[in-house]
């Protein structure tokens, strides 16, 4: 299984997963051109873990998304239902608690961690609403929930250049940085599936998390949402 199909069965995620782990965190930051470690400054920035806070890193793939928590002296459990993507992180980061878990049964005790948070890695999970619930079992009252995920420009000329980029240059240019760019075509399917921001929101509302707001990245094309435990 090389390829995904949007309906998500676990399964074929993951091993579509496992089969480009190697070449992930490159790949991403050619196809975002450049974009990837400025959104994830933004995520570290928006957790704001403190020293010491238990931060669960949810769709961590190969760890790289975990290294500013662990930078800014927080205790971070990188989870991922890859193994492929698992054992490369291990390989590269051998000093974080790289865990196995799937979003919608997520492995750890109710009011584990001060915050969640999960980057680019939601709209891969067959169950949205079960992730999100399950991320709110799993946080301290007070804790904080940040996604980071692909969105909806908002100005209707980039949308138009974005979407041609998703399904016409992204492909052949992950031929070219890839091990699998089928793969990459399933991405940019999801990406266009995936709700927009106000929907996006009202999902984490109704999963039980309060105060949520989001903040648009890149004109929109990624969003960062934010929300809090009562």
Known sequence: ???????????????????????????????????????????????????????????????????????????????????GMLSEGKRRHPELPLT????????????????????????????????????????????????CEFSTPTWTPLRTVYTEYLMRALPPVATRVSSNADAYVYLAESIRAWPDQAALAAKLQQAGWTKVAWRNLTGGIVALHRGFKA
């Open 1 to 83: 299984m090389t390829r995904a199909n949007l309906d998500k069965q676990p399964h074929e995620v993951a091993a579509m997963f496992d089969d480009v782990a190697a070449k992930y965190d490159l790949t991403n930051d050619v196809l975002s051109l450049g974009q990837a470690r400025a959104w994830r400054r933004a995520v570290a920035e928006a957790v704001a873990a403190a020293p010491g806070d238990l931060v669960l890193d949810l769709g961590a793939g190969t760890g790289t998304s975990s290294l500013p928590f662990l930078a800014a002296g927080a205790k971070v459990v990188p989870c991922d239902f890859s193994v």
């Open 100 to 147: 196995a878990g799937d979003a919608t049964r997520l492995p750890f005790a109710d009011g584990s961690f001060d915050a969640v948070t999960i980057s680019f890695a939601l709209r891969n999970v067959h169950d949205t609403d079960a992730a999100l619930r399950e991320m709110h079992r799993v946080t301290k009252p007070g804790g904080k929930v940040v996604i």
